[in-house]
């Protein structure tokens, strides 16, 4: 008898393949730990970016003007730092002034406190004088602390100061030449997917713009409300207060919950128990506006994200990053939102499928009207020939 060969099937998993596979995890794992080692810079970099772009549009619109590009971007940059120096000659001298006052005013608040109905409950219940003098006498105890603290935030000062300054000089050079850089970028692409990467870097252009000019409005938003409401029921140091709060939205879900209860705390000391239980209604009250209303509607207009998807994307970035997830949630949703439905435009277009999709089949109603009447008229043909013999 003749014996077969049996054949033994090969493997489809290749060396190359595993290789392949291999770098790739490694070259990930690279990217990931060298972006854990320079996550300032890379942080820096982004917001430096961010307003870039921003400011990009406004250089952009002199253009037009027939103003060359260097002279509209030293004009841009100029302007901002009017713009700064402005707001600080309008507003720092007089914050400086209420503040000195708020620190010079803390015996008085202290002793006011102390008058309170709820500071006499509270000590009825846990003895809150006792401690509260037990805690003043450790006070000077309490100093070499405090200086610690003072050096550790004097050196937080200047790294935020170099940060500013490293950031302004970025979007100096980003908006000088970035333009030329992600030009030459996109000429080493082919012409087909040329066109689809300008499309897809103009959407992304347009969205963090607009996402830059909803935060702006958001902030002032915040300070305007803020700082009227606090005018008007006659609340001390009310305009560092305001910009307090408006600055608070920067950081979303949880700024201005923090802001809220320093103001209320100061409402409680300066006018009493009552407006201070309205300052507080007045906070949880905006914020819920803040957070679910105004964000929302604000980046819907202009970064074109869905509310829900804005809210969702805050939640959960803040979940994973914290304040640094809050703050790039909005913006990382809108790039991500570009990508994606150009990526779903390219799949549409390989199954060569209409823009809107596929074409939606008719309502069953019909079909079945259409089968019902044949059915009816085949039904009736048999009568019509017997009335006819």
Do not use: C
Request: aromatic share 8%.
């Amino acid at each position: 008898m003749e014996q077969r060969e049996v054949q033994i099937p090969r493997s489809q998993v290749t060396v190359k393949t595993v290789i392949t596979i291999a770098a790739t995890l490694l070259a990930f794992a690279a990217v990931v730990s060298f972006a854990f080692q320079v996550g300032l810079s890379l942080t820096i970099t982004a917001i430096a970016a961010i307003l870039a772009v921003a400011l990009d549009h406004a250089v952009n619109a002199m253009a037009r003007f027939k103003i060359g590009r260097r002279l509209a971007v030293t004009i841009v940059m100029l302007l901002l730092v009017a713009l700064f120096v402005g707001f600080g000659f309008l507003f720092v001298p007089p914050t400086i002034a209420q503040v000195r006052s708020l620190i010079e005013s803390v015996p008085d608040f202290i002793e006011r406190l102390r008058q309170t109905e709820l500071f006499g409950l509270l000590e009825s219940r846990v003895a809150l004088d006792e401690r509260f003098n037990e805690l003043l006498s450790r006070l000077p105890g309490y100093a070499q602390g405090a200086l610690d603290a003072a050096v550790r935030a004097v050196s937080t000062l200047l790294t935020v100061l170099g940060a500013a300054l490293t950031i302004f000089v970025l979007i100096i050079f980003m908006l000088l030449f970035g333009p030329r850089l992600v030009g030459r970028l996109l000429d080493e692409a082919t012409p087909i997917r040329r066109a689809r990467y300008q499309r897809v870097l103009g959407n992304i252009y347009q969205s963090l713009g607009g996402y830059i000019g909803g935060l702006a409005i958001v902030v002032a938003t915040n300070a305007a409300f803020t700082t009227t409401y606090l005018a008007i029921i006659r609340v001390p140091y009310f305009l560092p207060l305001g910009v307090l709060s408006g600055l608070s939205s920067l950081i979303p879900l949880v700024g201005n919950t923090l802001a809220g209860i320093l103001i209320t705390l100061v409402a409680l000391i300066a006018v009493g128990f009552w407006k201070a239980v309205a300052t507080a209604v007045y906070f949880v009250v905006y914020q819920q506006f803040e957070n679910h209303v105004l964000g929302p509607l604000v980046y819907k207009q202009t970064v074109h994200v869905n509310p829900l998807v804005s809210l969702v994307a805050v939640l959960v970035f803040t979940e994973l990053a914290g304040i640094t997830g809050a703050l790039a949630a909005v913006p990382i949703v809108a790039v991500a939102q570009v990508v994606l439905r150009e990526a779903l435009g390219f799949r549409r277009e390989q199954l060569n499928l209409p823009p809107g999709g596929p074409p939606s089949p008719p309502p069953p109603e019909r079909r079945r009207g259409r089968r019902s009447g044949r059915k009816h008229a085949a039904d009736e043909a048999p009568d019509h020939d017997r009335e006819r013999q």
